[in-house]
């Protein structure tokens, strides 16, 4: 059981529809070995949970229980509370990587705030500054401006 639990690092997708089938079981069956045969082939009924890997495994733990039970290894309820246990941990373990996932995803997102800022003062800097004209030294120029109907011409000496 031990390797089972240690096996438990991988999260369960669809903890809350095993715990429905298993408890539709266990309401249509006392031995446990029924109870994860029942099990089993409600995970390979389901199309979406007959593929993953966590349901699987949960299902040989309960088979490999039961099959302890009918041997006499371990008495009924100390297979259910080991079942259980193991329930849990899945579970613990599934909500552990929803929260990673979710705080890798709002690192995304804070890391493209942060590249879209970047990017908006790199612009900015790239846009050219007004640099006001010199002022001329040569105080001594004359401008002179004569207007002819709609045009104006200006001479500067």
């Known amino acids: 059981?031990?390797?089972v639990f240690f096996l438990a690092a991988?999260?369960?997708t669809g903890c809350a529809k095993i715990s429905d089938y298993q408890t539709s079981c266990e309401q249509r069956f006392s031995r446990l070995s029924?109870?994860?045969t029942c099990l089993d082939s409600s995970v390979k009924n389901d199309s979406r949970m007959s593929s993953a890997a966590e349901p699987k495994l949960y299902v040989l733990a309960a088979r490999m229980l039961g099959q302890k039970v009918d041997n006499g290894e371990i008495s009924?309820?100390?297979?259910r509370i080991e079942l259980q246990n193991f329930y849990i941990s899945l579970q613990k373990q599934e909500q552990a990587n929803q929260m990673a996932q979710s705080q890798a995803i709002q690192q995304a997102l804070l890391n493209a705030q942060a590249v879209n800022t970047l990017q908006s003062i790199e612009q900015k800097n790239r846009q050219p500054t007004y640099v006001p004209p010199a002022p001329l030294h040569n105080n001594n120029v004359t401008t002179n401006c004569y207007t002819f109907g709609n045009q104006t011409q200006c001479r500067s000496y």
């Open 1 to 3: 059981m031990k390797k």
């Open 34 to 36: 029924d109870v994860a």
């Open 76 to 79: 009924d309820i100390q297979a």
């Open 10 to 12: 991988i999260s369960l």
